[in-house]
Every structure is written in C-alpha cells, then in structure tokens.
C-alpha cells in the first residue's frame, strides 16, 4: 500500500487513492500548471491523513472525499481552517464543490480546544458554495 502521495503532473482528472496507508500528501505546486484540476474528483477516504493542505494555485476540485481518515478533532478543525484559506482561489470558487470530511474522522469543533474553529470553517465554506460533509 502506498504510505506517501506527491501530486506533481496532470496525468488525471480523477485521483482515486482511498482505501490505502496514505499518511502524507504533498502537491507540488512548482511543477502544477493553474488549471489542473478544473473539474476534477480527488478521493483519498480510507486512509490515514492527518491534517490536509491544498496549495493556493488556481485549481477546481469537484469533488473532494477525505472521508474516513480517522483525524482527531484539532486535524480536523485545522484542515477545515486550511480549506477556507485557499478555497476561492485553490478549490471550488464560485462553481462550488463537495467537500465530504466525515466518517471515522472527528466532528469539527468550535476551536476552544484545538485552536482552529472547524465548525465556523464549514459554514465560511458553505457561504461559498460548497457542500460540506462532516461528522456529526
């Protein structure tokens, strides 16, 4: 199984990844051209990733599946703080996009614990027309 993923061409519009040992993704931005991933489905449920960074470049991820990754509630809250950062320019924009960080991962928290509020981030993200699925 594959413990570590580096992104780093545009071979495909759809990375299916789930259901491995991933604990590391790392997008190599330097060699990404801008458009990449323009209506692309990246699903990498079922591993096991802690916290989850896209890089700023202009891309446009449809679907997002980080599903199933059993993060704690602070590497969720943080990866839903890191998705708000980047999410106009890096992930949906104004298409929208489904966003699904549910399953065996923690419910997102209000941050008083973890230091990122997660449960803010899902409705920031909301507010920008994504659909966001998390634990409840």
Known sequence: SITTLTVASEKSTIFNFSDN???TITFNASTLTPTI???STINLSGNALGVIELPNFTIGFETIDFSDNSMSAAEVDESLVNL??????AIGGA???SIDISGTNAAPTDGSSTGFD???AKADLE??????????
């Open 84 to 89: 708000v950062a980047n999410y106009t320019a």
């Open 95 to 97: 298409s929208g996009c």
């Open 127 to 136: 507010a920008l027309g994504a659909t966001v699925t998390v634990t409840t």
């Open 21 to 23: 040992s991933l604990t």
């Open 118 to 120: 997660g449960i803010q």
């Open 37 to 39: 991933f323009s209506g």
